[in-house]
């Protein structure tokens, strides 16, 4: 609503002109809820976005998944090159690009957040950010299927189905028995879509499904302690990025050689898992070419020039690099290779 005043947000909102004031600023004693519901209506009247003042055309670009927690998504090497082949793109179309820290969340004054269109990465089911972003009109683009699409909603990404099939695939032919899967711990569409086919596969294979939940903190691995133990498992396929190293770590303190004894893929774009002894197989999901489709895909719907984009999924192919910790023969000999 143009001209939308304090007065028209505390009318509707039903509370005072001053709890209005407190909630949109972060100040003042409210409960959560109360602060909560002040900024959806204020977003949802679109209070405070005609107050902006642009100096320049800016898209922005926020990591939902675990949107709150105070964690540095930048020290992931797949956000880490996203995110810099998305300012690259961002600046050859004549735009700037604000990376928001992950502790945006549900009580970041999203209505006044000054862009023109908003990249979401891994957004999860019920976020709070997506929400007000769409409450506000703004146009988007993401990365990963949304959890509840919209006529019209663009995304970017890859098919993860064919890739967790051609990952298990590949250690089965490696001679794996029991492949355990290392994934579990987002609640968005990347973890959920990988979970599924990995459990559609040990259906259709006759495998005992062993799901491992990553721990971002657990670097030295005792999450497979029992596992390992135990030897319940002869192949890890792991899903984010830290969790190849937490395997090395684990299976080193087990005594369980790489690949002899335990079969090992990594879904990472990080390049010191190609100069591990032995080089670990990596799962690349090619996050440049995401963010340069992503981009180009948002200022396509932003730039009456731009042809519009078609809505749906835009698909990158993944690439699987089999290196010698995932290469050994159904006889147990170890193929050259790495």
Request: glycine share 8%; with cysteine.
């Amino acid at each position: 609503m143009p001209g939308t005043t304090l007065a028209d947000v505390a009318r509707a909102a039903e509370v005072s002109t001053a709890t209005v004031s407190h909630a949109l600023n972060g100040t003042g004693r409210l409960s959560d809820s109360t602060r909560r519901r002040v900024r959806e209506v204020a977003t949802s009247l679109g209070y405070g976005s005609q107050r902006a003042t642009r100096t320049g055309k800016t898209l922005g670009v926020a990591v939902t998944t675990y949107a709150g927690s105070a964690w540095n998504f930048l020290d992931v090497p797949y956000f880490a090159r996203l995110l810099t082949a998305a300012t690259a793109t961002a600046h050859a179309h004549g735009y700037a690009l604000t990376i928001l820290p992950a502790t945006c969340g549900a009580e970041t004054p999203w209505h006044t957040l000054t862009v023109d269109g908003m990249l979401l990465l891994d957004s999860p089911t019920d976020d709070p950010v997506l929400r007000a972003l769409r409450a506000r009109g703004i146009p988007l683009v993401f990365d990963g299927r949304p959890v509840d699409p919209k006529p019209g909603d663009i995304w970017v990404d890859n098919d993860h189905t064919a890739t967790t099939r051609e990952v298990l695939g590949h250690l089965a032919a490696s001679g794996a028995q029991g492949i355990a899967l290392h994934a579990g711990y987002g609640d968005e569409h990347y973890t959920r879509t990988v979970t599924r086919a990995y459990h559609q596969w040990c259906h259709e294979h006759a495998r005992t499904p062993l799901v491992l939940t990553f721990d971002p903190y657990d670097t030295s691995g005792h999450g497979f302690d029992a596992v390992f133990t135990a030897r319940a498992c002869d192949a890890v396929y792991t899903v984010y990025d830290p969790g190849g190293r937490q395997v090395l770590a684990s299976a080193a303190r087990h005594g369980l050689r790489i690949p002899d004894d335990l079969l090992l893929v990594c879904a990472s774009e990080d390049q010191t898992y190609a100069e591990n002894d032995p080089p670990v197989s990596t799962v690349s999901l090619h996050p440049a070419t995401i963010a340069e489709t992503a981009v180009t895909a948002l200022v396509s719907r932003l730039s009456p020039t731009f042809p519009p984009p078609r809505p749906g999924p835009l698909t990158i192919p993944a690439l699987l690099h089999p290196r010698r910790s995932s290469l050994r023969s159904p006889s147990g000999e170890t193929r050259p290779g790495g």
